[in-house]
């Protein structure tokens, strides 16, 4: 018996529902005080075609998925057919044999199958898509769900919807219970959850605590175009924004995306834009002008599986390199990475302030694993924000001649006027400019420019987020990683610790400028480095190499097929190197 | 501060870069007695510009002015607009950038009706790459890159702006400077987006459409009997007939701005203290609970 | 070889992804239809298509397909054409990828008239990214990210075509098949840049514009008394005035393609053997020493 | 006096014809035997403001620019005003004094002046611009011109104005020799050039030699935007393709321009685009989709000194990075950069053949410094090009079902169809897909398809171009260097070893995949390495350092104000290390 930790899987059709469903049993594990992750497996379609929908809960926050599915809610043949390899021994599949049945060659033996006609009962009851609640009040029923928080949250979710929908759905719960315990009082499923305190927590995904930093971080401005996964970012600010006295501009395209939050903060408002793979790429060549104009804009990155239409819903870290060094010419620029939830808030406000106080664009990078999962999180504390709007000039007046846009300066950051300011009227060109702005090709002012602008990278390194070290600081066995990553690596130490071996963990959350003196300590007195990254060609393990140089210490962990990392799979590899005899304890 | 200036005061020291008798000279004075005329200060005027010979003209206009990348002025111009309303957003740039590159955005902007103008300075040719074809270079024109003639039939950058929803469409002349201040400021007062149009020579590589081409292949509207610029039908026609360039306000009509339909605030975004801000942030996080 | 092909012979053998019920399904039948009853055979079919729901149409038609990035349909197709006159080109995609992201290819692929059809998809929202506005979406179309009602004018794509010089301009509604069968067949082989505009309802997201509300919105060109697809104006007038949306071959002209201008040989260049080129490559290099 | 090697520089006001001269005197150096390296300093305006072309004479090809400037020839004051602190001690000016004089602060004393009313002189001759053709005069009177080629090449520009002109300028040219002989008899420029043997020799641009490639290459379809230094490609093949039955496509944009790029080469036809910094940027999403679709095409980047508009006219290599690191997801690709006009016709020609054989984009990096500069250099011989289009399958037929598009092979490259061939229907998608080209997101396809696709650059290993090794094979002290800068860096290693000390130089020619094994192998016994690179972050440099890692022997040689290397530069550094006693002779 596995106590309080789970991973159910809902599996079906894009567009059955299942979502919905999803939401919901997060919600119920949370409320009945665990910690919940969840990841959604969905095909770039709206309607039909397999897709998934983990809901992972523990005791412990801030870890992602598990070794293995738990509990696998099958709506079709295909979901287990395509899932059944991922099960862990000892788990259970609910299958809906309305339709199909499970073919031999499919079954496995170490898991216990509960067959049910979930379409049938749903459509006895006068509305097929009740299946859905009814497979919850059957879920709940074997993985030990608080029946009180089930009639809740589902009441909650249906409530605008009138009472008799309210009505159906209750009867469609009790419909599952029930028929768990006359059909299957003689198998339990080997589960059963503990409901402790939930406590002042919130459950929130990845894109929505981006799109909240953002407003409180005091973003007034942002402009973007649709793209999956970063379209929740657009449509929260949509929402949100006017309120607050800003605005959202959905562009013709990412080119005018860029431009106009190059413009609007240009005018002296906080501005961003969110994209995907695609849509960053066609941002490259204005994210240079922003670098050239020492123009503060925040540009959010959620990354996805390319290259180019690639996999669109599905994970992947392989952007990284473009962030960094996409464009032409050489710019300062800042990117940061939040391996949590919590972190994606509050890495999104240090964007902003890093943005403004150093005149450069800052890349808030994420990725589909992390920015469209949920993960259950203390509240945030939004008095703590600090806004540093570092040399804005935004009331007053300069004295036009003396005042200098691009002024030379010790920390190579010049005051910045904006339009409305008496006297601070300038050119701001994408050419070379002297400090005054006007456009010259004289060779030494050129030299000096550069080195004003790259400058900042220097400047900054105080004020840039630190890495976290996870799991015992002095350890052999270091891991680096960031990003959706944190989860998996973090309960990969915390395991691996628990089986006798000592690792610690690197979690990188500014990844540029490359915290070259982060890696270097990290790898005093390291035997083996692993870096664990969800791409083909170790981009992080690149920059790592061209600090450290090519040393036999570093072991790559990589996976590329679109889907985030199970703990095992980091275990695994670390554990054939240090040789451990005894297997870590598999949760 | 709020004295009446003069075009001077909209002057910059910089020199400009243009070759001797660039049509665009005669734009850039327009424009600079338009804003005295209008009264404007340069303090309030956000000049955003394309890349281009024509691009270079917001470095001789005394303002907060933008020399963005290649095609993309009306973006930038559009945000700085709604990022605070009490400037005068003016946007410009050559025909290539406006209507190459920049097609798009032009077309959406047209459609947005954000309140701003755009000058396109058109001299049918990419001039600051020597005299390759552009979009509105005449079928047949020779250039580096075509050799055997230009073979795209011209590009009439009005009539899109037309069929996209303009509300505002102007053409002038830069040799015709009163025309120009006067249309130039009635785009700049228009509420919406004013698209004014400029025949701009290149003298240094457009030696089909010169000074002379145009005295001969103009045609003012605003005195040809009865066109009142107030139908869109008899706008395509004249924008689309054969024979002379019409010239002057060609049409204008009034429509809800971007700022209207999406309820934009009289008070500028760029001044809003964001360290206080007017809704609850608290309320928000509560949903998530 | 050359027999001639049933409408199945145009299918593959890959599921589509589509909703059941969507728009698409209509203009992929009709298109089927088109090429059997044109002749044609699908090694010489060349088919584009942009990134969206609409643009997944390229992997259901047996033929070259080619499925590319958002809003670059165009480009590819015109090359292609360019590269194999022989071939059969059409490009697809929907009103996101046309109008929006790829505005500016479309005036400029329209300017240009190569010998090719465009078949817009138009269901006045983004399908694949889940119901946000689209450039053709109506004034006020709530979605995702307009809570408050997209604030934007809609695009009339067919006017713009108009405006740009487009040679062919037809406007079809998924359920109703025959003519749109005739249409394609028409734009295909029209010689010049022909564009089919297809009203293709979003039965999951857009609740405005169901096949119920076209019904009772389209109005037939073709039997509108006198209406003939030669006049300019009144095409332009027939596609602008209030009131019913007009489907029909809106308009039609001949004139020169971009083939015609460039002196494109008749032998595909793909079809070029080019270890044995046709003109001297020494005399090019003697002009150096 | 200094042996058949100066360096002449025009200087004046753009537009005023001093390119039409610099063309003029670079012909006439190489018609008197001695080679030639030419390059155009202009700005970003089209008449007016200070340009000059150089003109560098030697006994040795494949040069690039001196230490210093020998012969000034400046229409005004800005010209020596500029320039004047670059002349080599002993050199001279050729200074138009009609309507300036030069101040004293500006003179030195250890340069030799020549004062010569040119523009009043030419206005008596009836037309000002013959100033050019006077001060031609002048020059060759001063440096040693052959007088019958002046004359030759003279009457070879002007001959199509018809004899009038002729004689004008032949008279100018007289003009400016009696002015010489007249006035400055007691004054000999301390210059004298040998004439040797012109032989069978070209002189030609980067830019031209990149086109010519092509022609020759059998590149039969070219789309372009105009940019700065690229422009030329697209003005040469607009010229010359159609006479091949090829054609040439002004685009809308850049993203038009490669997109119709793919499409040609999808259709089967060898096409290329070319541009710049700001339209490489905006190409990044569609080499992803080239890419992903394997599909080959041509990429050439004639760079420029960036950020953003940057210095369009001017040179750097700071888009190296870029080519090798933009765009979501991983994609393989090549870049090769010729290091001589010579090797741009060369590694053209091998750029289609590898974009065909391994079906991947492939790009021709090279910089202002190269591509719009001249150079000298033996004829090409065409008829030994090979072509090579690997997998392709342009005739005959293919069954359809059992023909795979992205069939998974050994060398991971699979036979290519083009529209057209019986039975090759399949769907090119931008998506991940299987072999047969349907779209699927199956992660164990997803994972192979990665593997596949990038597995060809280990294929291709063998076909790649290698680097040039100059100078001494064992040498202590290596260089690495590219592009533009072999020309001053071979120059360093042949003068370093005339002074006795030994160096090596890796001149890389494939820059991805990065070559790592010839960078380590010439580690190996190196005491110092440097890097000699145009920008400010040292990309060369990085790469390297993640091959070696952070070795001490690393020397970073960097320049970013956006003229080319001279020698000087790049021998400085390297004395000072290698610690030599003797001043390594200046020529
Ligand atoms: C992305 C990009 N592509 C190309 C260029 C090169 N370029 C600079 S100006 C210009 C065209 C200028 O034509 P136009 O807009 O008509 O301005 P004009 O010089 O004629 O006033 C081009 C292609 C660039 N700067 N950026
Ligand atoms: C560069 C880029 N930006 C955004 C997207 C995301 N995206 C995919 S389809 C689409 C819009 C689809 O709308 P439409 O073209 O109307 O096609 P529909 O799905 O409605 O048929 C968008 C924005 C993308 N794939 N690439
Ligand atoms: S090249 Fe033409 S457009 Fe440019 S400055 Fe000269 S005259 Fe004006
Ligand atoms: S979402 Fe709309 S457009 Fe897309 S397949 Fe479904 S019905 Fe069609
Ligand atoms: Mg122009
Ligand atoms: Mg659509």
Same mark, same amino acid.
């Given at each position: 018996m596995i106590l309080n930790s789970v991973e159910v899987m809902f599996g079906g059709q894009a567009g059955d529902g299942s979502l919905t469903t999803g939401d919901l049993i997060a919600g119920v594990f949370k409320r009945m005080g665990l910690e919940v992750y969840t990841y959604k497996d969905f095909p770039s379609r709206i309607r039909g075609g397999h897709t998934n929908y983990v809901i992972r809960a523990s005791e412990n926050h801030d870890y992602g998925m598990a070794d293995a599915v738990d509990a696998l809610v099958a709506f079709d043949l295909e979901a287990v %057919?395509?899932? $059944? !390899?991922?099960?862990?021994?000892?788990?259970? &599949?609910?299958?809906?044999?309305?339709?199909?049945?499970?073919?031999?060659? &499919?079954?496995?033996?170490? @898991?216990?199958?509960?067959?049910?006609?979930?379409? +049938? $009962?749903?459509?006895?009851?006068?509305? /097929?898509?009740?299946?859905?609640?009814?497979?919850?009040?059957?879920?709940?029923?074997? &993985? #030990?769900?608080?029946?009180e928080i089930v009639r809740h949250d589902v009441r909650g979710v249906y409530q605008r919807k009138g009472e008799k929908v309210v009505d159906l759905n209750m009867r469609a719960i009790e419909a599952g219970e029930n028929y768990v315990r006359e059909h299957f009082a003689d198998r339990p499923s080997g589960y059963g959850l503990t409901k402790g305190i939930d406590g002042d927590r919130l459950i929130m995904m990845g894109n929505d605590a981006i799109a909240y930093g953002a407003l409180v971080a005091g973003c007034r401005f942002m402009a973007g175009y649709p793209i999956t996964p970063a379209t929740d970012i657009l449509e929260w600010m949509s929402k949100q924004l006017p309120a607050f006295g800003g605005v959202v501009v959905q562009a013709e395209d990412e080119l005018a995306a860029i431009t106009m939050t190059l413009g609007a903060a240009f005018a002296g408002v906080r501005a961003m834009t969110a994209t995907s793979g695609p849509g960053q790429a066609l941002m490259t060549e204005a994210i240079g002008l922003a670098g050239v104009l020492e123009i503060p804009v925040v540009v959010v990155e959620c990354a996805r599986?390319?290259?180019?239409?690639?996999?669109?819903?599905?994970? /992947?870290?392989?952007?990284?390199?473009?962030? $960094?060094?996409?464009?032409?010419?050489?710019?300062?620029?800042?990117?940061? !990475?939040?391996?949590?939830?919590?972190?994606?808030? /509050?890495?999104?406000?240090?964007?902003?302030?890093?943005?403004?106080?150093?005149?450069?664009?800052?890349?808030?990078?994420?990725?589909?694993?992390?920015?469209?999962? +949920?993960?259950?999180?203390?509240?945030?504390?939004?008095?703590?924000?600090?806004?540093?709007?570092?040399?804005?000039?935004?009331?007053? /007046?300069?004295?036009?001649?003396?005042?200098?846009?691009?002024?030379?300066?010790?920390?190579?950051?010049?005051?910045?006027?904006?339009?409305?300011?008496? *006297?601070?009227?300038?050119?701001?060109?994408?050419? %070379?400019?002297?400090?005054? #702005? @006007?456009?010259?090709?004289?060779? !030494?002012?050129?030299?000096?420019?550069?080195?004003?602008?790259? *400058? +900042?990278?220097?400047?900054?390194?105080?004020?840039?987020?630190?890495?976290?070290?996870?799991?015992?600081?002095?350890?052999?066995?270091? $891991? &680096?990683?960031? *990003? !959706?990553?944190?989860g998996p690596i973090a309960e990969a130490v915390d395991r691996l610790a628990r089986a006798g071996v000592l690792t610690r963990f690197l979690q990188l959350r500014t990844l540029w400028p490359f915290p070259e003196d982060e890696i270097k300590t990290f790898f005093g007195g390291a035997q083996h480095v692993f870096v664990v990254e969800n791409n083909y060609t170790g981009q992080l393990e690149r920059l790592i190499r061209a600090v450290v140089g090519p040393v036999d210490a570093l072991q790559s962990v990589r996976k590329y097929n679109g889907q985030p990392f199970r703990p095992i799979e980091i275990i695994e590899p670390i554990r054939r190197i240090a040789a451990v005899g005894t297997p870590v304890e598999v949760i | 501060m709020t004295a009446t200036l003069t075009p001077k005061d909209f002057a910059t020291a910089t020199p400009s870069w243009w070759c001797p008798g660039c049509g665009d000279f005669g734009v850039l004075s327009a424009l600079k007695q338009a804003m005295a005329e209008l009264g404007k200060q340069p303090k309030d005027v956000a000049f955003i510009s394309g890349i281009g010979c024509s691009g270079k003209i917001s470095g001789y206009l005394h303002s907060y002015a933008f020399h963005g990348v290649h095609g993309r002025a009306l973006p930038v111009a559009t945000a700085v607009k709604l990022a605070n309303r009490d400037l005068t957003v003016i946007a410009a740039g050559g025909d290539g950038d406006g209507y190459a590159i920049g097609a798009g955005h032009f077309v959406h902007a047209v459609r947005r009706n954000t309140d701003m103008t755009y000058i396109v300075m058109d001299n049918q040719t990419y001039g600051l790459t020597k005299g390759q074809s552009s979009p509105t270079s005449a079928t047949g024109y020779v250039a580096s890159v075509s050799p055997d003639g230009n073979p795209d039939t011209p590009l009439n950058g009005l009539a899109l702006a037309l069929a996209a929803g303009a509300s505002f469409i102007a053409r002038g002349f830069s040799a015709q400077p009163k025309q120009m201040v006067a249309m130039i400021k009635a785009a700049v007062e228009h509420r919406g987006f004013a698209i004014v149009e400029v025949m701009s020579p290149c003298v240094t590589y457009n030696k089909i459409n010169t000074y002379a081409w145009f005295k001969d292949n103009v045609e003012d509207l605003t005195v040809r009997d009865g066109y009142a610029p107030n139908d869109r039908l008899a706008a395509f026609e004249a924008l689309t007939r054969d024979g002379d360039i019409p010239l002057g306000i060609i049409y204008k009509e009034d429509r809800p701005t971007f700022e209207d339909r999406t309820g934009l605030p009289e008070m500028p975004i760029a001044r809003l203290d964001i360290r206080r801000p007017t809704a609850d942030y608290a309320a928000i996080q509560a949903a998530y609970r």
């Open positions: %057919e395509t899932h $059944i !390899a991922e099960m862990r021994p000892g788990g259970f &599949v609910v299958f809906d044999n309305t339709d199909e049945a499970i073919p031999d060659n &499919v079954r496995r033996d170490d @898991v216990t199958w509960y067959e049910i006609p979930l379409a +049938k $009962i749903a459509k006895e009851m006068g509305l /097929e898509l009740i299946r859905n609640t009814i497979s919850l009040g059957v879920l709940g029923a074997l &993985v #030990g769900m608080d029946p599986a390319g290259p180019s239409t690639g996999m669109p819903t599905k994970t /992947e870290q392989s952007n990284l390199n473009h962030l $960094i060094y996409s464009g032409h010419g050489e710019i300062p620029r800042v990117i940061l !990475a939040p391996g949590t939830v919590g972190e994606s808030f /509050e890495l999104t406000t240090t964007a902003f302030n890093l943005a403004e106080k150093y005149q450069l664009p800052v890349f808030l990078l994420t990725e589909q694993a992390l920015c469209q999962s +949920k993960a259950t999180l203390p509240p945030f504390d939004v008095d703590a924000v600090q806004i540093d709007r570092g040399k804005l000039i935004d009331s007053g /007046e300069v004295v036009f001649g003396e005042y200098k846009r691009f002024a030379f300066t010790d920390d190579n950051v010049s005051p910045r006027v904006i339009p409305g300011i008496p *006297g601070g009227m300038h050119l701001a060109p994408g050419s %070379e400019h002297n400090d005054g #702005g @006007v456009i010259t090709e004289n060779a !030494a002012n050129r030299a000096r420019m550069m080195e004003k602008r790259m *400058g +900042k990278l220097v400047s900054m390194r105080d004020d840039l987020p630190r890495a976290v070290l996870h799991g015992v600081a002095d350890a052999d066995i270091g $891991i &680096v990683g960031y *990003g !959706a990553n944190t | -």
